[in-house]
């Protein structure tokens, strides 16, 4: 992590020796480089979790002999009073929308590493994109030919020859652009995707361009309801390939927050900022709306599924956590995921399991939870179609007769969701389960979670103080308006 973080190219299957100053080297190689106590980055994720810095180095975390401008740290992180959410989710729950969209709330931009990163993913998930097309543009034209070739057997019974042959299949693609495909799925496959692009995107953007118009391929885009591996942005993105492959491309905020994830590693990602904890038109809010002394600093972690393998380990080295803040996608109930085993599960099952691995972590005993159930308005459209019971866990769901309406059965059915994790959440631990509804993608929804957030952590400070006697019933648990 730490070579991440420090912008050290770590090529697949190499392994480096890191020496006690900071300077590393490649196996093999006997050419030391760097230092990677000199990136500040290193030094600040060191110093929020506690990880151990050599003496030379420490220093810098509070600044050097130039003064304020050779900061690394900013003041606030060195008092106990930050408060820090970690945010986790299965991937593909919107935790990193979510993540971004903070970003765009509270004032702090993307910088110039970041945008690149964001860029290069995106340009990469392209190709992801077309080759899981092109997988399932397989099955479907081996079963097309299968149907196509028992027409045949049942032609030549009843006499007839040399019908059924011609029929062509909608999934078939011509030679040249079966022979791309072959070797995209190839390069896939053995896992070296990163290695070809995106240096050659540019080059292959008009074929891919080609592909994904082809009859072929929109014909398999139109069942995209059979596989479950195809995020709903691909369209989005593949329909402007040529631009998104050029050098000049730039990603637009759209862009941003339509990117799976926030970067290629996409283990860790850090994000400071303050709210007001003044409620508006009092006294104090509207004589010095801007007076920095009534900010309360925030840190969020975000760290997602890929980041938490290896039996959350890492979890470990994240220490005085505030709250922490899980992202579940209530569109997942009909989705598969593929677990570390390589097994294939319903997405919200391996959710739940995931939210139970964390929410049991010793490290997390007395720590405030919130349950961010997203993507509200894809599981509105989704669940009037697919019946909430095709998930396992779901299997008792039984809407009340009076709800007729679409919007009366989502409701019903998000307030089952949520209930469910109450339950859970209550077998394991004596506190409450907050719960909040997001539509990531709408920036509103996201910025009224976390002001909830800040409600929900304004009362524990109010019930642990005891200053008015037992308050455990004074804030509800679960958001009762975001859903009218």
């Not at 080297?25 to 000199?38: F, H, V």
């Not at 970690?86 to 590493?113: D, N």
């Not at 380990?313 to 709250?323: F, H, K, W």
């Not at 209550?426 to 009224?448: G, N, W, Y």
Request: hydrophobic share 35%; with cysteine.
């Amino acid at each position: 992590m730490g070579f991440h973080l420090a912008n050290v190219q770590c090529p697949r299957n190499t392994h480096f020796w890191l020496y006690d100053d900071g300077s590393y080297e490649e196996e093999g190689q006997n050419i030391i480089k760097g230092n990677i106590w000199q990136k500040a980055s290193t030094r600040l994720i060191a110093n929020l979790f506690s990880l151990p810095i050599p003496p030379g180095y420490s220093h810098g975390l509070k600044g050097d002999a130039t003064g304020d401008s050779g900061r690394f740290v900013p003041d606030y992180l060195e008092q106990k009073s930050v408060h820090k959410l970690l945010l986790v989710g299965l991937e593909g729950s919107g935790s990193s929308t979510i993540f971004k969209q903070a970003k765009f709330l509270y004032g702090s931009k993307f910088s110039p590493g970041e945008l690149l990163d964001l860029k290069l993913m995106i340009q990469i998930n392209v190709y992801k994109y077309l080759s899981t097309l092109l997988e399932w543009r397989e099955c479907f034209e081996d079963q097309a030919m299968k149907e196509n070739r028992e027409l045949c057997t049942i032609d030549k019974a009843a006499g007839e020859t040399g019908v059924a042959q011609t029929r062509p299949s909608l999934f078939s693609l011509n030679q040249r652009l079966m022979q791309f495909a072959d070797w995209l799925l190839e390069i896939v496959a053995l896992g070296d995707l990163d290695a070809f692009f995106p240096a050659a995107t540019r080059e292959y953007a008009p074929i891919v361009q080609e592909v994904w118009k082809d009859t072929a391929i929109q014909a398999t885009y139109k069942r995209n309801n059979e596989f479950h591996f195809l995020p709903d942005v691909a369209s989005y993105f593949l329909d402007r390939v040529v631009e998104i492959s050029s050098n000049e491309y730039e990603p637009t905020e759209k862009d941003i927050l339509y990117a799976e994830g926030i970067n290629q590693w996409n283990g860790l990602s850090l994000l400071e900022f303050s709210l007001d904890e003044r409620y508006q038109f009092t006294d104090s809010y509207v004589d010095k709306p801007d007076d920095p002394s009534m900010l309360t600093k925030y840190q969020l972690i975000r760290i997602n599924s890929k980041g938490l393998n290896g039996g959350l380990r890492c979890l470990e080295m994240l220490q005085e956590v505030r709250a922490i803040i899980f992202c579940i996608s209530l569109a997942d109930y009909d989705q598969t995921w593929v677990q570390g085993s390589g097994e294939l599960s319903n997405k919200m099952i391996s959710s739940r399991d995931m939210f139970e691995d964390v929410i049991s972590h010793p490290s997390f005993e007395d720590t405030t939870c919130v349950l961010l159930l997203n993507k509200y308005d894809s599981f509105e459209a989704k669940v009037n179609r697919v019946p909430l019971t095709v998930c396992d866990w779901f299997a008792d769901f039984s809407p009340v007769k009076p709800h007729h309406t679409h919007q009366s059965l989502a409701s019903h059915a998000y307030y089952y969701i949520a209930l469910k994790f109450k339950d859970l959440y209550s077998r394991i631990s004596d506190r409450k389960l907050f719960v909040f509804q997001t539509k990531a993608l709408e920036r509103k929804t996201v910025d009224d979670a976390f002001r909830y957030i800040r409600e929900v952590l304004r009362w524990d400070d109010v019930k642990n103080s005891d200053a008015f006697g037992s308050v455990e019933d004074s804030l509800c648990s679960m958001d009762m308006s975001s859903s009218s």
